[in-house]
């Protein structure tokens, strides 16, 4: 368009939503974040405040702003991608005002399907669902990234969905726009990444009695009412509405109120939308749930805070038990550890941010019986990051510790597992981590590795290091050698979220962005190498495992 307009004008006099027009009038509050425009945008939400309708009105005004705009939206689950698509965004663009959209933007023969859509500008959407690795999303490439319920999606996967921008500049509409949005977990999930990256805007109401500006918070509520924190003044009330049974039309009496950036210098602008904001959910129905939810839930769902229950699996308590102040590591297989079998456990990282390092640990049982740490190591830095060093390492020490077998990572590390499988044979397997396998552990003959349901293994090893009697232990003599693989046990966190199919909820293994784990997968894949092979046992057994 050659007028500029601001986008809010352009939502209001475009889009309907079930029927009537999109109107920002009680909606305040959004206005800013369409019409700000920036790059990146993060919003941490509570439930229920349209996050949905946002991202499919962003998605629908740059397709049909811009031309040759390609937006890729990514949720967790397919289920949630095809309702995103079929009941927000394809609605949008079949019932504009005065048909404008299908009208301008519509001919016979473009794609209008559940996962990919197109426009005569040149526009179009790919909808694709990320729920563990995204390897349904390489080869894509888009303008825009629109992630929803980011707190879902696997952290490792992000760097993949944001690589479809490679050419964003000087592809499509040689722009770049993303949106992150989801409701808040504990502090170390992704969108809390993001959030403390961001300006951190809140939305501030100034008091009409007393002037106090405010974030409205637990402190304001009260049975039917929001009051202000200074002067106890009603912000807002909830009145019977005779067209709703029984229940409340929320009523505001502040005028004045805006957005203030906690962090203005930063690139990506962030911004909470509480369920407070929101004009359909009343005071009475926010105190319902006040007095009725479990901390965490009223938290993560109405505030669209963190909440802090995430479980650590491993505390300092834990790993001190485990660790021995006068065992020290080892560079090769030597005295009672030479004539024995040896595992040696590998994740792959490309030792950039947000993609981890890679982590090798080789172990042992002892004569106690207990599995020792023989050799933890994190390809941290300069030559070490580069990835002929790393593999002459790792080919180094399956000799010296001649390790029997050794269980890699799959993900992107596999063309490295077929060059050691090249030089090892079966020595050296893969693994992968599947999302929602029906068994615990099976061989895929096809592709050549073991395939292993990802909470189901880490569980069993969690367990297994916290019992008591210890069954692991770890050679303490040199902290700063141990001290990668003790940081990398102790920022693995805990979470639920819901099973693909939705029906139920799936323990969830997370770290944060900043905070790397891989030296608990080395160790746990080095520990389950172990399991797949048992000391004495002379053949691998490709069989399936179900419990
Ligand atoms: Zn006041």
Redesign the pocket.
């Known amino acids: 368009m050659s007028v500029q307009v601001f986008k809010t004008e352009y939502i209001e006099s475009v889009f309907l939503i079930e029927g009537s027009p999109f109107q920002f009038k009680g909606r305040e509050y959004l206005k800013n974040i369409y019409d700000c425009d920036p790059e990146e945008v993060i919003l941490k939400c509570g439930r229920q405040v349209e996050k949905s309708t946002l991202n499919a009105v962003n998605i629908a005004t740059f397709t049909t702003t811009k031309n040759f705009f390609r937006a890729l939206y990514v949720a967790p689950t397919n289920d949630q991608v095809k309702v995103f698509s079929r009941s927000r965004l394809q609605k949008l663009y079949d019932y504009s005002q005065n048909n404008y959209i299908k009208e301008n933007f519509y001919e016979r023969h473009l794609a209008r399907a559940v996962f990919f859509k197109e426009l005569s500008n040149g526009s179009e959407v790919n909808l694709k669902h990320c729920y563990e690795e995204a390897d349904n999303i390489r080869g894509i490439s888009s303008n825009g990234v629109f992630i929803d319920e980011v707190q879902d999606i696997y952290v490792d996967a992000i760097p993949v969905i944001l690589e479809t921008q490679a050419h964003a500049y000087d592809s499509g509409a040689k722009c770049k726009r993303n949106v992150y949005s989801g409701t808040p977990k504990t502090f170390s999930n992704t969108i809390e990444y993001y959030w403390q990256r961001s300006t951190m805007s809140e939305y501030i109401v100034v008091?009409p009695?007393?002037?106090?500006p405010q974030i409205l918070h637990i402190r304001n509520m009260r049975p039917d009412k929001y009051v202000?924190a200074?002067?106890?003044?009603t912000l807002a009330e909830g009145v019977p509405d005779p067209r709703l049974e029984g229940r409340f039309k929320k009523v505001t009496y502040y005028k004045k109120s805006f957005w203030k950036d906690k962090d203005p210098d930063k690139r990506i602008r962030g911004f909470r939308i509480s369920q407070l904001l929101v004009p359909w959910i009343s005071p009475q129905e926010i105190w319902e749930k006040y007095t009725s939810y479990p901390t965490s839930q009223f938290y993560n769902e109405v505030l669209g805070l963190p909440y802090e229950d995430g479980e650590k699996p491993f505390t300092e308590v834990v790993l001190k038990r485990i660790t021995d102040p006068d065992l020290a590591m080892y560079d090769k297989a030597e005295g009672y550890f030479s004539n024995i079998y040896t595992y040696m456990g590998i994740d792959w990282g490309l030792g950039i941010s947000g993609t981890g390092y890679t982590f090798v640990v080789v172990g042992a049982f002892n004569q106690e019986g207990k599995f020792q740490v023989l050799l933890a190591h994190r390809f941290s830095r300069g030559a070490e990051l580069d990835k002929d060093y790393q593999m002459s390492k790792i080919c180094e020490w399956m000799h010296t510790f001649r390790v029997r077998l050794c269980l890699a990572d799959w993900g992107f590390g596999h063309d490295r597992v077929t060059e050691l499988k090249r030089i090892f044979g079966t020595r050296v397997q893969a693994m992968y981590y599947s999302a929602n396998a029906g068994y615990k552990l099976k061989y895929d003959h096809h592709k050549g590795y073991w395939i292993s349901n990802r909470s189901r293994v880490l569980t069993e090893y969690v367990l297994d290091v916290r019992e008591m009697p210890t069954k692991f232990v770890w050679p303490g003599a040199d902290m700063q050698r141990l001290q990668p693989l003790k940081d990398d046990h102790l920022a693995v966190q805990i979470e639920y979220r819901p099973t693909r199919t939705g029906q139920s909820e799936d323990l969830f293994f997370i770290h944060s962005v900043a905070t790397p784990d891989d030296g608990f997968h080395a160790a746990f894949y080095c520990w389950y190498a172990s399991k797949i092979l048992p000391p004495g046992a002379l053949k691998i057994p490709f069989i399936i495992v179900t419990k």
Do not use: M, S, V, Y
């Not at 009695?209 to 106090?212: E, L, V």
């Not at 200074?230 to 003044?233: A, F, N, R, S, W």
């Open positions: 008091c009695h007393c002037n106090t202000c200074k002067c106890e003044g």
